[in-house]
């Protein structure tokens, strides 16, 4: 008798907590819960909520992606059986309500994607440092914490460091500042942590380096600064994923990161680095994308990189990196993104480029490359952008070139090709939109009138160059 009283009190105390949070809900286009939640049937079939079998108290709360507007009450810390809370990806918006750290058995919170300031309840009550609650420290339980894509402000509070059990921490798109607290390293069971897109400053812990089951680790977008420690990697076996890109980070690139030998994306571009590419990079057999643009790399690209041989995407522009390509490069035939425009590259482009089968993006404008464009590029039938500019390519400025149906985009000016514009180019380019042919001095000849065929063509740059007659009335 007793049992059953407790268990009319309990599901009385989480009816209540959930219709407390339907009277916060201004808007629910759906109608998912103005026809979901009713008093007319258990709660345990309400839409969104699920009980455990033995207590018949909720346990799971999953309203993400319903398009509800509101807030959420402070009545809902007392659905005290609560283990996940999903409310991402809806139009939430005001207080985190700091009695959230009631949920002692919440293993999974995600509230991404609203727009959550982060503000307690009753700052009177307590001395938040942030404007995520410190006692979101509470929830000892915690594996799985989202509140990416708010309007999170304040810091990242260090009593994050006693989620002991935590796995994910997914903070990103916010406006969080100052440093990544140093306790965050001694988080050992994470597997995925993202600050991506914020104004954090500072260096990164070497702890976190240290997180011997991290797959992800991801800061692009913020402001951190100094270099990473040379034993990068040597306490992290099964890294999958590193995103540094877009802070302020310098120094060289250690060669410990040799070590992470499950890497698939290293991302270091938008930073300060300098130095040169290590040739140890191509022990990392598993890498697939590798960016680092825009720093100050310099050197050769090292022949080491062909045993990259899972590579799909390779970013190296605005480096002041030197030599010729890489031969050894040209055996991956994986790769669909080469980027190294806005470098010192010298000599030819061999007719290996052809090797590239699955090519999509070939930008290499702004280097110093001479020689013939190789003809084995119309090998390339999935390339949709190329970009040859600024270079010094000579020769014949040959049909062949346009023979990719699927380009959408050619820039081969400002080079010393000659010849003239193919008549049937309206015809062999259907889907071009950016046609870029300016500074071609040797370029003669007249405006095909199939150009009026390119329906997508949205940019089209013929100045500096010898065309003569009339620009066709269909253009």
């Known amino acids: 008798m007793a049992s059953s009283a407790m268990t009319k009190t309990n599901i009385t105390t989480d009816q209540l907590a959930l219709f407390s949070l339907k009277s916060q809900i201004a808007l629910d286009p ?59 990806s809806n139009n939430f918006h005001g207080n985190l309500p700091q009695e959230l750290a009631h949920l002692c058995r919440l293993k999974f919170l995600d509230l991404s994607f609203n727009s959550f300031r982060g503000e307690t309840l009753n700052l009177k009550f307590n001395s938040i440092a942030g404007q995520i609650p410190k006692v979101i420290g509470s929830l000892v339980n915690l594996r799985v914490l989202n509140l990416g894509g708010n ?13 002991s059990r935590l796995e994910t921490l997914e903070i990103s798109d916010n406006s969080l500042q100052g440093n990544i607290p140093e306790g965050i390293g001694n988080l050992h069971n994470m597997k995925v942590l993202s600050i991506e897109d914020n ?103 090292p022949q080491e990189i062909g045993n990259l041989v899972n590579l799909a995407e390779l970013a190296m522009e605005k480096n002041q990196i030197t030599g010729s390509v890489a031969i050894s490069m040209f055996n991956i035939s994986s790769l669909q993104i080469l980027s190294a425009w806005q470098n010192n590259l010298r000599g030819f482009l061999p007719r290996e480029t052809g090797n590239f089968t699955k090519m999509q993006h070939l930008k290499i404008s702004g280097n110093k490359l001479i020689g013939e464009i190789p ?4 090998n390339l039938v999935e ?44 015809f062999i380019l259907p889907n071009i939109e950016e046609l870029y042919l300016s500074g071609l001095t040797n370029l003669v000849g007249t405006i095909p009138h199939s150009i009026s065929n390119c329906s997508k063509l949205t940019i089209l740059d013929l100045s500096n160059n010898q065309l003569t007659g009339l620009i066709p009335n269909s253009l």
Not at 151 to 163: D, Q, Y
């Open 30 to 88: 759906f109608h998912f819960l103005d026809e979901g939640w009713s008093f007319a049937t258990s709660i345990c079939h309400w839409v969104g909520v699920t009980c455990d079998s033995r207590h018949q108290r909720v346990n799971s709360l999953n309203l993400s992606n319903m398009a509800l507007t509101g807030k959420i009450p402070r009545d809902l810390g007392n659905l005290t059986f609560l283990v996940s809370l999903d409310l991402g």
């Open 151 to 163: 309007k999170l402000i304040g810091f990242i509070p260090t009593s994050l460091s006693n989620t």
């Open 199 to 301: 104004q954090l400053t500072g260096s990164i812990p070497f702890k976190i380096f240290n997180i011997s089951r991290i797959e992800i680790i991801a800061f692009t977008g913020n402001s951190l600064s100094g270099i990473l420690p040379n034993g990068l990697c040597n306490g992290l076996p099964i890294l999958k994923e590193l995103y540094l890109s877009d802070n302020k980070l310098h120094g060289h690139m250690p060669t410990s990161l040799s070590n992470c030998s499950q890497l698939q994306l290293l991302s270091l571009s938008y930073n300060e680095f300098d130095g040169t590419i290590n040739s140890e990079i191509g022990r990392l057999s598993n890498l697939q994308k590798f960016y680092l643009g825009q720093n100050h790399f310099a050197g050769i690209i």
């Open 375 to 378: 003809k084995e590029i119309s």
């Open 383 to 426: 390339l949709e952008e190329l970009l040859l500019g600024d270079n010094g390519f000579s020769g014949s400025l040959d049909m062949e070139i346009f023979n990719i149906s699927g380009l959408r985009i050619i820039d081969l000016s400002v080079n010393n090709l000659l010849g003239s514009l193919p008549p049937n180019i309206g």
